[in-house]
């Protein structure tokens, strides 16, 4: 994830105008968007984060760090001022110290373990400054000088303020305030020659000196093409150099090499590109390059390391080595005049070994980690880092697998123990998980020792905790504004007039507001204000101005309760000057941030009903729909949905929390119907569970004794979810799910009950009203998501008329089902339709019946 550190120039020399008459804060400011707006071209671009720097004091300049998001970034971006002085070199450091604050935490740094290029977090420090002289409360610099003191924990481990994979990049204005008459100059942008620039090339960066807008331009296209994964290593010669190639690309011995002259190629300090993993998006792996010292356990502290490792090459060539399944490391080299030196050679099968001066304990220069080596196609050269010492090891575990078969004898174990104590201990644990991948024996002891002293890594771990504190600190107060300062800065903005107290219409305020004088508005001068009024609830209210609670009269005790609580609560719509538009106006910038509009709002409720599905919000898009939400075949929800879901004691569908069903008679329309739980039920059909009382159509409770006096018929409930009735075969729907019997069973056998007192009276009309209420609430249900369909059943147990009116309602529920591909549903109902079928036919008969044998 490469983070984007932005440093901005916002002394007051950055108010100086271009001949475009923006001035170089502008310019800065929108160098910045145009930068994001390349950078989002590359789709690894997402991963970015993005801070924002200026020259205020510290901890004030940081403007956005690490916990901000993008649209903070932009917003502190938009509101930068220039003012104040040019202190360039504590803002480096504070940016660096920024930069550095979780690396002792997360041990990225691994100090005194060895340097791993796969450990880092790729950082590019833009600074848009305008060169001018370096200013602080001192006077005036003339070179620049970063603060040595840091408030980080652990900064004197490494001797520069910054680290190998973080790299600065300085755009320096050099715009004229008057257009030039002479043509631009076309070609690469050149490096300034300010102080800046030597620092931007000793962290591997460098400068541009920018005179014209396509200068710019051109140099932002540059550095985002800087962005990349990679660690910056200083590469030095040592020894003689390679004898000349001759044309046939053999060595000419009889072609002097000048040894003693400095070339470009003997001293690089350039990048090694650190790809990440194609599947994890993190890089990988296996080797560090080594420490310049070696670890010792009589060590009181760790020596300070340099910020960019010295990798010595040596140019005497030599056979590149490895053996099949041992681990290694490939970088690619940043294009240098190493890297073209080496090329122009045209020796892709030799190489030359890289050491690590003081890296051994027995040599001065220690042993070879790696090696440089062409491609095999000269387009690029490439560091690989093997283990330390590899043209001994190599050869060892050659034999070990092709003449021992991983069984070492003695000769060879000891000679494999004198390879251990010319390795640096941090390297036993990477060494022992190679031989590991490889399949080899267990050769290195399970006890490893890090090599540190006690000492070391306890003031390492009191470090780690010291920092975690300090970065707390330094998080919470990014985003806060400097202290005022004591003095009062008045800015003059009359141009020479009257000053605001001898002003007319100031002066009549005045008095309206202490309650002086009548308040009239007409006297206002409206002009001098546009677009603003003084909003008055009450025109014939006088503003009060108490500051004693003992003064107000009684009568306005009241009244002035009022206002105080008014202002307390800010009831009031608008505040007093404000205009109306503007309480509706919007930047654009901030127009599509909906997510920083949601996290302003409260919490909301729970829903009434948890069953319904979460509605989505719709901003922006009003047909946007959750894929999760749409309408599915219900025989897939059944499938991929809880096939056995078990219930616990106290659910409502439990056998032990079912409760105790009553049964009761009611007459209308000259017909016995069954009524369970309030709900009148055509014959047995379909039933609810009912409540310990019973209401009746006016909303009035029966007697407890009445319905203690009911028969408790429903006593046993099936496991497929129905109720049986004792003394007859029917089936109803009791369980959650309403899972119907698909067994046929006989017919209901209606019973009654004898009629009680206070009988329930429907009319045609009331009947009705209820069933066109009951088809709405049908179809709301039917479109509910899932398998509830407990409301469906007690909704059609509640349809008031004749069998034939049921019937009607089943089939119309059958449609609904059908609409929203609710097939389980269907089954379901069908098999109630059969029922009531079954049971009209059984009455015709009975019928006929009856009258032939009269």
């Known amino acids: 994830m490469p983070i984007l550190l932005f440093l901005i120039d916002t002394s007051a020399s950055m108010n100086q105008r271009t001949d475009l008459g923006t001035s170089y804060l502008d310019i800065a400011k929108g160098?910045?968007?145009?930068?994001?707006?390349?950078?989002?071209?590359?789709?690894?671009?997402?991963?970015?984060?993005?801070?924002?720097?200026?020259?205020?004091?510290?901890p004030y300049c940081i403007k956005?760090?690490?916990k901000e998001n993008h649209a903070t970034f932009m917003s502190e971006l938009k509101n930068l001022q220039a003012s104040g002085l040019t202190t360039l070199g504590q803002a480096l450091r504070s940016s660096f110290d920024l930069l550095n604050l979780n690396r002792l935490i997360s041990g990225i740094d691994n100090y005194g373990q060895g340097r791993n290029p796969f450990f880092l977090e790729p950082s590019i420090l833009i600074t848009i400054t305008d060169g001018n002289k370096l200013t602080s409360t001192a006077g005036v610099q003339e070179e620049l000088h970063l603060p040595l003191n840091s408030p980080l924990p652990g900064s004197e481990l490494t001797k520069e303020p910054f680290r190998w994979d973080q790299r600065l990049f300085a755009l320096v204005l050099r715009l004229p305030g008057v257009a030039s008459?002479?043509?631009?100059?076309?070609?690469?942008?050149?490096?300034?020659?300010?102080?800046?620039?030597?620092?931007?090339?000793?962290?591997?960066?460098?400068?541009?000196?920018?005179?014209t807008q396509r200068m710019l331009n051109q140099c932002l296209e540059s550095l985002v093409q800087k962005v990349q994964s990679g660690v910056v290593i200083n590469f030095e010669k040592t020894g003689p150099d390679p004898l000349p190639i001759g044309e046939d690309g053999l060595m000419d011995s009889s072609r002097p090499s000048n040894s003693f002259a400095a070339q470009p190629w003997h001293s690089c300090h350039k990048l090694i590109y650190v790809r990440p993993n194609s599947k994890t998006g993190v890089p990988v792996g296996h080797w560090p390059i080594p420490e310049s010292f070696w670890p010792d356990q009589n060590l009181p502290s760790l020596p300070p390391r340099t910020s960019h490792p010295v990798v010595r090459f040596s140019c005497v060539d030599c056979e590149p080595m490895v053996i099949d399944k041992l681990p290694f490391d490939k970088y690619e080299l940043e294009p240098s005049p190493l890297t073209q030196y080496i090329l122009e050679r045209k020796s892709p099968h030799t190489c030359w070994q890289v050491f690590v001066t003081s890296s051994g304990k027995y040599n001065e220069l220690g042993y070879p980690f790696g090696y440089l080596k062409a491609s095999t196609t000269l387009t690029c050269v490439n560091l690989f880092v093997m283990p330390y010492n590899y043209p001994v090891l190599l050869p060892l575990l050659d034999d070990l697998f092709k003449v021992h078969k991983l069984k070492p004898n003695l000769k060879w174990r000891q000679a494999f123990d004198s390879y251990l104590k010319t390795l640096p201990p941090y390297y036993l644990l990477p060494l022992k998980k190679a031989l590991r991948m490889m399949g080899a024996p267990n050769l290195i002891s399970d006890n490893l020792d890090c090599g540190l002293s006690y000492s070391v890594i306890s003031y390492l771990k009191k470090l780690s905790q010291q920092t975690k504190l300090e970065s707390e600190r330094i998080l919470a107060s990014v985003g806060k504004k400097p202290p005022q300062e004591i003095a009062i800065k008045v800015k003059n903005h009359s141009g020479g007039g009257m000053s605001l107290t001898h002003n007319k219409n100031f002066r009549k305020l005045l008095k309206e507001i202490t309650g002086e004088t009548a308040l009239r508005l007409t006297e206002l001068n409206t002009k001098e204000f546009a677009g603003f009024q003084i909003g008055l609830l009450n025109k014939d209210l006088k503003p009060q101005t108490y500051r004693n609670a003992y003064d107000i009269p009684r009568r306005g005790l009241l009244d002035q309760l009022t206002r105080m609580r008014s202002n307390l609560l800010k009831t009031h719509k608008f505040i007093v000057g404000q205009d109306e538009d503007s309480l509706h106006s919007v930047p654009v910038a901030q127009m599509g941030n909906y997510q920083e509009y949601l996290k302003t709002l409260a919490s909301p409720l729970r829903e009434i009903d948890p069953d319904q599905p979460k509605r989505l919000h719709t901003f922006g898009n009003p047909f946007k729909q959750d894929k999760k939400g749409m309408m599915i075949d219900e025989a897939d929800e059944f499938v991929a949905g809880p096939q056995n879901k078990v219930k616990r004691p106290g659910e409502p569908n439990s056998p032990m929390s079912s409760k105790r069903r009553r049964n009761a008679t009611v007459i209308h329309n000259g017909h016995e119907e069954k009524m369970e739980n309030g709900q009148i039920t055509p014959d047995g059909f379909l039933s609810k569970s009912a409540p310990s009382e019973l209401i009746n159509m006016t909303g009035d409770l029966m007697p407890p004794n009445q319905v203690d006096s009911l028969s408790d018929d429903f006593t046993s409930l099936s496991k497929d979810g129905l109720i049986q009735k004792p003394g007859s075969k029917a089936f109803v729907g009791g369980a959650k799910n309403c899972s119907l019997s698909v067994?046929?069973?006989?017919?209901?056998?209606?019973?009654?009950?004898?009629?009680?007192?206070?009988?329930?009276q429907i009319t045609p009309a009331m009947a009705q009203g209820i069933n066109a209420d009951i088809k709405h609430q049908l179809m709301k249900e039917v479109r509910k998501f899932g398998r509830k369909y407990e409301r469906i059943f007690i909704l059609l147990e509640e349809v008031q008329g004749p069998l034939e009116m049921k019937k009607q309602f089943v089939e119309f529920t059958i449609k609904e089902a059908a609409r929203f591909k609710r097939r389980v549903l269907i089954q379901y109902l069908e098999k109630v339709l059969e029922k009531i079928n079954s049971h009209h036919l059984?009455?015709?008969?009975?019928?006929?019946?009856?009258?032939?044998?009269?």
């Open 743 to 760: 067994d046929d069973q006989k017919d209901p056998v209606a019973s009654t009950l004898g009629a009680m007192p206070n009988t329930l």
């Open 842 to 854: 059984h009455n015709n008969i009975s019928h006929i019946n009856s009258r032939s044998s009269c």
């Open 181 to 211: 008459t002479e043509p631009e100059q076309l070609g690469s942008v050149p490096t300034d020659e300010s102080a800046i620039t030597q620092m931007c090339e000793v962290t591997g960066g460098r400068s541009y000196c920018v005179r």
């Open 64 to 66: 956005a760090g690490w």
């Open 31 to 58: 160098a910045v968007e145009l930068f994001l707006k390349l950078r989002a071209r590359d789709p690894a671009s997402r991963g970015d984060r993005y801070m924002l720097v200026t020259y205020d004091e510290p």
